[in-house]
């Protein structure tokens, strides 16, 4: 017997050390531990001995049992290291493997107009001020001398929600919370996505964004609007930019001008497509903050006096960069991306369409 049992170890031994993968181990395992292995058959055996042998033999068995089960523990550690060793081996990181070229992410062109607004007005001492696209009639319209039935709020041209809320048609709006809810000095610039009606097409988006700036304080004039304007067209378009003032109207200013400038494609010269010849191009509304808004406001038109301008920062993008379809802002195609660094020629392939 014990000799059979010294036999049986040597061999599982010797079995072992061939076994270097986890299923190599776990066949052996089932072979030499199993209940139809060896060790089961000699404990089986046990009751054909004498009562004498009995004992003894018993130990013999599990203290083999106990040895090979170690010997298995001792392998299967060393199998699972070189498994690892292998495996780490396999993923090694080559940092010196040249790595395949991918763009990086670039500003979208709307982007990059409203964050060198936001600077240039920043630095002249606006502050910005956000508010909801989901908005009040009261705010986008009431309050802004746009009563119900004014001609500006046709239904056609506004998203109506409910019978008293709209998608903001304008950034307006905020100017209107922002007089309500603060005493004068106010000095904003409000930016964002408005809302109109409109079907796509070259020149028009249903969704769109704009830029307004509102000042009011005691003694604000005409002519520091235009010098505001003018700081602002030579920053966008250069200094060698010409500003025109044209009268027009806007139910929330009193006088309102168009403000025009040098059509940056042809520097005024005319002829071109950009400013369909007249060698201008229109950029924003503005005027003087209609008293009746700052009454309608809270804010005391006597004692004070604002103006206000907003612009249409896709109108600004495509003069800007000469893409000549707004609706390609809106497509998700990449070749948008990047303008201002280069950004004609990142949207020369798209133009040769
Ligand atoms: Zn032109």
Known sequence: MRERIGALLDEARAALDGADTPQSLEALRVQYLGKKGPLSALLRGLGQLSAAERPEAGKWINAARVEMESAFAAR??????AARALALAGETLDVTEPREDYPLGLLHPISTILDELVDLFSGMGYEVVEGPEVEYDLYNFELLNQPRHHPARDAQD????????????????????TMLSRKPPIRIISAGRCY???EADATHSPVFHQIEGLYIDKGVSMSDLKGTLEAFARRVYGPEVNVRFRPSFFPFTEPSAEVDLTCPACKGAGGCRVCKGTG?????????????VLELCGIDSAVYS????????????????????????????ARMLGAGRGGSAQTEGRRGE
């Open 76 to 81: 299967e550690a060393g199998v699972k290291k």
């Open 280 to 292: 201008w191009v229109e950029v924003l509304g503005c005027g003087m903050v209609n008293p009746k």
């Open 196 to 198: 109109r009606a409109d």
């Open 158 to 177: 506004t998203f109506y929600i409910e019978d008293n809320i709209v998608l903001r048609s304008h950034t307006s709006p905020v100017q209107a919370r």
């Open 306 to 333: 604002g103006f206000a301008f907003g612009m249409g920062l896709e109108r600004l993008a495509m003069q800007r960069f000469g893409i000549p379809d707004m609706r390609w802002l809106f497509e998700g195609d």
